[in-house]
């Protein structure tokens, strides 16, 4: 366990992990990029509750695999205290897969930081995190019809960072909150709301749309009530209709900033697992040498991109003699060849309604092309073929062998059954040589 001195400190970091040298690393990081940091070291879990019953951290890193309790079961045991429950807490593994993040999400664990990507650049994930917490920093939503009791909370909430859009009537909110594009960064991140307004819709009616007619979980848009009723037939009512919290007026500022920074925490967490579902995704249905889809991904979305799509055409494309170039030049030159090619494609359908995937772990690519004519087809694999016989990758001539197939709209055929046709095209292709195009339907 290594304290650094405790004098004007800018940031009390805790870091536990059972490896000592990646302590040592990673304060010594730590202090040579924060000026007046003060850091506690700890092998295990059990030694960090120790600590954090007598000190209050600003940050604390954890790696998943302790000895004794894991890294998971520690932020259970922080988010219980009183003293550190809204402190950020990041797990630094390597092994974070979507059950674990859920998982890890609903013992209140803040971020991942995925270990392989160095410590250095951990330092910069730990700064950016202190920086963001140091205040509250979000976007709300404010509802209040009473100007008086409107201008006051929100001038209170901006004092403390926030961003805040104010509006007089639960109709207003919804319409904002309808108009907004989901793939906006930059949308609410909080909802609070009076929950009696005037108008012909209330503040809980509001809460109700938000949760049924929105779709938005208490995690993707958590709500604050705020009512001056404190019954518990009220509080039944405020969380029936979907609220996360609920405050009492008069407002008191320490009780509203403590309940906003813990549903801006739910917040940041909902967005951390969907950016890192969405990242889990990608590697899951990329192929890692050529950057296409992988053949995963082409048998299960394959289809329905088919069935919404008009005019399809399914394209083999198969790099020629590529055995030989690697008994020629190795195995590592075919996989760059590979990777070119992939990234070629790739590339050159970016803009059309398509799919591209390697099929399988081999040198075929399949191609899956919407909304083109029969009568261009042959044009474009013709095209295709003598783009990729220009490329030249590593300064070795290659060619392409192509066999396709296309269904109109009527037709409707399986996806097995359009690459059985391009396969038993390109079958056909190779019988005649190398370096052409074949179609199924001539």
Not at 149 to 176: C, D, P, R, V
Not at 179 to 189: I, K, T
Not at 425 to 431: F, K, N, T, V
Request: net charge negative; hydrophobic share 40%; proline share 2%.
């Amino acid at each position: 366990m290594i304290p650094s001195p405790i004098k004007e400190t800018s940031a009390r970091i805790m870091i536990v992990d059972r490896s000592e040298v990646a302590r040592s690393i990673l304060s010594h990081i730590l202090q040579k990029e924060m000026q007046n940091i003060y850091i506690v070291t700890c092998g295990s879990a059990e030694e960090a509750l120790e600590y954090l019953n007598r000190e209050k951290f600003d940050l604390i890193t954890t790696a998943l695999l302790l000895p004794g309790l894991d890294g998971l079961d520690l932020c259970h045991e922080i988010r219980k205290s009183d003293k550190q429950h809204l402190t950020p807490v990041i797990v630094v593994s390597s092994d974070a897969d979507t059950r674990l993040l859920r998982e890890g999400f609903s013992a209140g664990v803040t971020d991942y930081f995925n270990k392989s990507l160095g410590y250095r650049r951990l330092v910069e994930f730990i700064k950016d995190i202190i920086q963001r917490h140091a205040g509250l920093v979000g976007k709300v939503l404010y509802v209040e019809d009473s100007p008086s009791t409107a201008t006051n909370t929100k001038m209170l909430m901006q004092n403390h960072g926030l961003q805040i859009t104010h509006l007089s009537s639960a109709e207003e909110a919804l319409a904002l909150l309808e108009g907004a594009d989901p793939q906006d960064d930059n949308n609410f991140d909080v909802v609070f709301t009076d929950f009696f307004l005037s108008g012909q819709m209330t503040g809980g009616d509001l809460l109700y749309a938000i949760r049924t007619q929105l779709h938005k979980s208490r995690q993707e848009l958590p709500v604050l009530v705020v009512t001056v009723q404190d019954n518990e037939d009220c509080q039944a009512d405020i969380f029936h209709a979907g609220a996360n919290d609920f405050i009492t007026k008069p407002v008191i500022e320490e009780v509203l900033m403590a309940r906003i920074k813990s549903l801006l925490l739910i917040k940041h967490q909902y967005n951390v697992l969907q950016r890192y579902s969405k990242d889990m995704f990608q590697l899951a249905t990329t192929d890692a040498l050529t950057g296409t889809k992988n053949k995963e991904y082409l048998f299960s979305d394959g289809p329905d991109f088919i069935q919404k799509h008009t005019n399809i055409c399914l394209m083999m494309v198969d790099v020629d003699h590529l055995e030989q170039i690697n008994e020629e030049h190795g195995h590592l030159i075919g996989d760059h060849i590979l990777h070119i090619v992939g990234n070629f494609l790739t590339t050159r359908f970016q803009d059309k309604l398509a799919v591209v995937a390697r099929f399988g772990g081999g040198k075929k690519f399949t191609l899956i092309i919407a909304n083109i004519a029969q009568q261009k087809t042959i044009t474009l694999a013709e095209s295709l073929r003598q783009e990729l016989q220009s490329l030249r990758p590593e300064g070795i001539a290659i060619t392409a062998t192509i066999g396709l197939t296309w269904q109109n709209n009527g037709d409707r055929h399986t996806l097995n059954t359009l690459i059985a046709n391009a396969d038993a095209a390109l079958h056909q292709a190779h019988e005649h040589g190398y370096n052409l195009t074949k179609s199924y339907f001539n």
